[in-house]
């Protein structure tokens, strides 16, 4: 059965960093379209970053850009993402994802985690 279990959330500062972890296993994350979603308190789920299952393309949302890096270690069926220069807008629980088509979209992929608290608070 497919799973994915993220890892790495906590409490942090404004300003610092955190590297979130989705280990994943029944579905191998080198061919599928990847992502990580947040939902903020008061707020609709909404993607943070994907990498495209055809060619890599590789998109930010407006608010990360410059700050979140997505990656995905194929030998350990791994996806991550690195935060830096958190601000409380931030807050929210993450979740990672992955999928077959293409696009990335909450009602696109095919499995989800269950989510990690990030909360960024001074």
């Known amino acids: 059965q497919v799973q994915l279990v993220e890892s790495g959330g906590g409490l942090v500062h404004p300003g610092g960093s955190l590297r979130l972890s989705c280990a994943a296993s029944?579905?191998?994350?080198?061919?599928?379209?990847i992502g990580w979603f947040r939902q903020a308190p008061g707020h609709m789920r909404d993607v943070v970053s994907c990498?495209?299952?055809?060619?890599?393309?590789?998109k930010y949302a407006d608010s990360v850009k410059g700050r979140f890096t997505i990656s995905r270690d194929n030998v350990k069926n791994t996806m991550y993402l690195q935060m830096n220069d958190l601000n409380p807008d931030d807050t929210a629980v993450y979740y990672c994802a992955a999928g077959r088509l293409q696009n990335c979209g909450q009602f696109l992929m095919d499995y989800w985690g269950k989510g990690t608290l990030v909360t960024v608070s001074s």
């Open positions: 990498i495209s299952r055809r060619g890599g393309v590789t």
């Open positions: 029944g579905v191998t994350l080198d061919t599928s379209t």
